[in-house]
């Protein structure tokens, strides 16, 4: 189909398109157009990915001057792999309307894990065992070594890949992950670094959100992308707390324990060296006269310890002079590493600002904070004078070094909690130094500062006008898109109460109620009596869901479920879970039918999609708030207070919310697919709440169904069901909710389609 968005040509890989659709684009081109951000929240299973590709790479090929390169960042491989898929029907789309291939390079990159075909390192489980092993074939310096002695061994396939692999690049076209291994075996060629190397003149990059947000990583492998880029977050619903991890750092005494270990052992290698080859830590003191700049050069293969961000200036300097030489700066960083166990031995919580701390370890034990905004940087070129290859056993030391230059470095928007017990054992003493970031907007800010566009999209982004607040941007366009439906295929619902009237919730105070534990079990029982197939349950934690299940096995009720279909629950173990997962589809392949229950925030409920008969009905049992007595948590709600004036209630609302929405979210996957959605708890009802549900589950919310018993909740679905029950073909959508291309052009769809739209 041959589109026309506000002046644009654009392919769109299908026969038929949603209104939805079509108005998405229209929006991405505005912002495309004005060189600026936009929000926009379409709802899921919309075709919200080849949209995207649709228009931009029509853009990219009509306006080559104005925008150059898509990097598009998704959160997990299998979300990454689809984007590949639906960018490959694109570009084959386009090669059966031109006759030729567009002249479009796109590819995925992914982990070292992911993508080495070396037989023997490829083996491994762990994704930092195969980066430090491949770091020691690969290092500079042990490629050095192997001209002299050739039974040193190193990788064939980095060797070919560095001798012919960066004269002869891909050619044009999109290339998986596997494609990319593929490649790399037929070539004899490394795919990663094929990947890394190729990025820099590509047209789209698809990887995860951490090579960009994580300044580690960002710093290697995203450092040459060009301004003219547009950077799209897709499920960027969590981005602000992926930003927030990504400059968090937290230390227990074990880490503080193995730096130690760590130093000695580098400090022996220091003592070896200076007996067989001094001149080589003098060259590096040489080289850390001149600056840091110099220092750091050469870093394609040996840069597996980035440093954190540090300002370019820093970069330009000569290294202070206490911490030039090996011994001394391993001296500095022993003090360090002991002043840090000091200040461990607490009995109560400690919390501080970076200044406060810096002040107090100047003045207990004299080391100032310029040394240590170095430490990071110091302690990588350090490893690379040492010629080490295993980098893997260094990360005590390196996570220390990282904390020191970060402390040094930021003084706003961070805040240092030490705390004597883990949440999880809290009667056994084990301190914890958490470093954590309060301020979603630094680690993002270099990105929209950097990118002429940066779009943020998701099925759940409400209230939209949160998100430019936590993130501190301006867009220039955010809209969220109803989803146009020839019947009403999804039906959600406020369970506020059971049969017996007590109210349901799980508010703290009424968790251990007996009778709202079996009136939440008695809802239960009676929807997987009355909806086939699947039915997934959220809740609101793993602690939560244990003690329930344990008070409805004790009161027959996990008996009654069990008699209707089979139980599966998540747990906090990935490889249990994935069984539980696999054995749920089969049961609802079967006709059996299944109910699994899983946790907001988990695995589960990010993830997985339950279309069609896999989730018939979702229930979210609760609101899922997050733990309110977490001290970070706390730090973080004053510091969005003083800063963003946004009130405590108002961001802990919006949290649990977004993760409400992206359960329930899970059941409609597609617009013939159709579901329940039930809320059980009877603060959904209030406006507050349940205004911050996204727009597209709230037009379908009628007044009516926002109070109902479990009774009434079961006549509604029973009703719901018999209603999808009937025939329902492609034609019966056309003309409404899928429109041909004359259709989408008529006068009365013009005016429909502004209807599909909401601006905030």
Not at 720 to 746: I, V
């Amino acid at each position: 189909m041959k589109l026309d968005v506000d002046g644009l040509v654009v392919l769109f890989p299908y026969e038929y398109i949603y209104p939805e659709q079509f108005m998405y684009m229209r929006e991405l081109k505005r912002a495309l157009d004005a060189k600026g951000h936009c929000v926009l929240e379409m709802p899921s299973g919309t075709g919200k990915t080849v949209s995207l590709l649709s228009l931009i790479v029509a853009y990219l090929i009509h306006h080559p001057l104005d925008l150059t390169k898509l990097v598009y960042c998704s959160r997990t491989v299998p979300e990454l792999e689809k984007v590949v898929e639906e960018l490959k029907l694109l570009a084959d789309y386009y090669e059966s309307q031109t006759g030729e291939k567009p002249n479009i390079l796109g590819l995925a990159l992914s982990s070292r894990k992911n993508l080495c075909v070396h037989p023997e390192i490829s083996q491994e489980i762990h994704g930092k065992l195969v980066d430090s092993r491949c770091h020691s074939l690969t290092a500079s310096y042990v490629r050095e070594k192997k001209e002299t002695d050739p039974s040193i061994p190193v990788c064939d396939f980095f060797e070919k890949f560095d001798s012919y692999g960066r004269e002869s690049t891909l050619i044009t076209g999109v290339y998986s992950l596997d494609d990319l291994k593929e490649t790399g075996k037929r070539k004899g060629w490394c795919p990663y670094f094929l990947a890394r190397y190729t990025i820099d003149h590509a047209n789209i990059v698809v990887y995860s959100y951490h090579y960009l947000l994580d300044p580690k990583i960002a710093e290697l492998v995203s450092k040459q992308l060009a301004r003219e880029s547009v950077v799209v977050f897709d499920e960027a619903h969590n981005i602000d707390n992926v930003c927030i991890d990504s400059l968090s750092v937290h230390i227990s005494r074990k880490t503080l324990d193995k730096a130690s270990n760590n130093l000695e052992s580098l400090k022996k290698k220091i003592d070896k060296i200076k007996d067989t080859d001094a001149s080589r830590l003098r060259n590096e003191y040489q080289r850390l006269v001149d600056g840091l700049q110099q220092a750091s050069e050469a870093r394609n293969t040996d840069s597996h310890l980035a440093n954190p961000v540090i300002p370019d200036e820093i970069l330009q300097e000569a290294v202070p002079g206490n911490i030039r030489n090996a011994e001394h700066f391993i001296h500095f960083l022993n003090r360090f590493v002991e002043y840090m166990k000091v200040r461990l031995r607490i009995q109560h919580v400690v919390s501080e600002s970076p200044a406060l701390f810096l002040k107090d370890i100047y003045t207990k034990v004299c080391i100032e904070r310029k040394p240590l905004r170095f430490c990071a940087e110091r302690l990588h070129s350090l490893t690379k004078t040492l010629q080490l290859t295993d980098i893997d056993d260094l990360s005590p030391v390196t996570l220390v070094a990282n904390f020191a230059t970060l402390v040094s470095t930021y003084t706003k928007g961070f805040s240092l909690i030490i705390e004597p017990f883990d949440d999880k054992t809290p009667t056994i003493l084990n301190p914890i130094l958490h470093f954590s970031c309060m301020d979603a907007s630094i680690a993002i800010k270099p990105v929209f500062d950097r990118f002429q566009s940066v779009v943020i999209t998701s099925g759940t982004l409400s209230p939209l006008d949160m998100y430019p607040k936590i993130l501190d941007f301006r867009p220039v366009t955010t809209a969220s898109f109803t989803m146009t439906l020839a019947r009403g295929s999804i039906c959600p619902m406020i369970c506020s109460r059971g049969n017996d009237q007590v109210s349901i919730t799980s508010k703290f105070e009424s968790r251990e109620d007996i009778a709202v534990i079996r009136n939440y079990g008695n809802l239960l029982v009676e929807i997987s009596a009355s909806v086939p197939d699947g039915v997934v349950c959220f809740f609101t934690s793993y602690i939560y869901m244990e003690s329930i299940v344990a008070s409805w096995y004790e009161q027959g009720i996990i008996e009654k479920i069990q008699k209707n279909k089979l139980l599966f629950i998540e747990t906090p173990d990935a490889a249990e879970t994935s069984v539980a997962l696999h054995n749920f589809h089969k049961a609802c392949e079967n006709g059996r039918g299944a109910v699994l229950l899983s946790v907001a925030r988990g695995k589960v409920s990010e993830g997985i999609d339950f279309d069609h008969h896999f989730g018939r009905a979702v229930i979210m049992f609760g609101i899922p708030y997050v733990y309110t007595q977490s001290r970070i948590l706390k730090a973080r709600l004053e510091y969005l207070r003083d800063q963003f004036q946004i009130r405590e209630n108002d961001f802990l609302t919006f949290d649990a919310m977004r993760h409400a929405a992206q359960c329930v979210g899970r059941a409609l996957r597609g617009k013939t697919d159709y579901g329940i959605m039930i809320f059980a708890d009877k603060r959904f009802s209030r406006s507050d709440k349940r205004g911050k549900l996204p727009r597209w589950i709230q037009e379908h919310m009628k007044d009516s169904l926002l109070n109902l018993s479990t009774d009434e909740v079961v006549q509604v679905s029973k009703k719901f069901l018999r209603e999808m029950a009937q025939p329902f073909k492609r034609e019966d959508q056309l003309g409404h909710s899928l429109l041909t291309l004359d259709q989408l052009e008529s006068e009365d769809m013009k005016k429909k389609l502004d209807q599909t739209i909401h601006h905030d």
